[in-house]
């Protein structure tokens, strides 16, 4: 028996999916290949390959198929979605670099707003300190995860308020982490003046004093889920 290969993997998951891991299924090569994306010839090829792999059982009637998944091509599946499962299962995380700017001095004054000072310490357990701490991102790369963060990242979200002047929009609040040992949080709001390299972060401290910060100073951050 020989390893499964990658570009028959597809074709063996078809299979799976219409019933052959306990009993024979009937095909014809030209629907498995409009099924896979593959000519009928590579379609036919990927048979007779799972087939001398130890992977499937054929029989053959005229131009129809008859097909059922192996144990050890069961085995194989099962690996692979082990495989999968534990690594989608993984808390991710990413690491991004940049460098410590001067913010526009308006985080002091939204952050301390009670619409929002109510909703950090029921959601996050406390009143972030006045201010943000304001990164830019060194590669344009950390800006687009950024902007991708939701796929992969559970966030915490203050939602939008209004008082009698105007209305204030979310903050979505993730965990993260600076120079690997401070704990804040990255904010994303609904509404900002800065451009996408600009990131910021709350913390419950004063995080220039507390991470000895001065404008300029190279950022190390990383992300991560809650677990």
């Known amino acids: 028996m020989s390893d499964l290969k990658i570009q028959h993997l597809l074709t063996l998951s078809y299979l799976l999916s219409k019933g052959a891991k306990s009993n024979f299924i009937t095909i014809t090569t030209s629907s498995l290949a409009k099924e896979i994306g593959k000519s009928q010839q590579a379609a036919s090829k990927h048979l007779l390959d799972l087939e001398k792999g130890g992977f499937i059982e054929r029989i053959i009637t005229g131009r ?3 097909v059922k998944i192996t144990t050890n091509g069961s085995i194989e599946l099962k690996k692979i979605f082990n495989l999968l499962k534990k ?3 993984l808390s991710p995380s990413i690491e991004l670099n940049g460098k410590l700017v001067s913010g526009l001095g308006e985080g002091a004054y939204y952050m301390s707003l009670k619409g929002y000072t109510k909703q950090f310490i029921k959601k ?3 009143i972030p300190y006045p201010g943000t701490l304001n990164i830019r991102l060194e590669d344009k ?3 687009q995860i950024i902007n991708q963060l939701d796929e992969d990242f559970a966030s915490t979200k203050i939602d939008s308020f209004s008082d009698k002047n105007r209305t204030y929009g979310w903050v979505k609040c993730y965990d993260a982490k600076l120079n690997n040992s401070h704990d804040c949080k990255l904010i994303r709001l609904e509404r900002t003046h800065h451009d996408s390299s600009i990131i910021e972060f709350i ?3 004063n995080l220039r004093k507390t991470a000895k910060l001065k404008t300029g100073s190279k950022m190390k951050i990383k992300i991560f889920t809650r677990n």
């Open 64 to 66: 129809k198929v008859s």
């Open 87 to 89: 690594n989608l299962e």
């Open 124 to 126: 996050i357990g406390y």
């Open 141 to 143: 790369k950390f800006s």
């Open 203 to 205: 913390s419950k401290h």
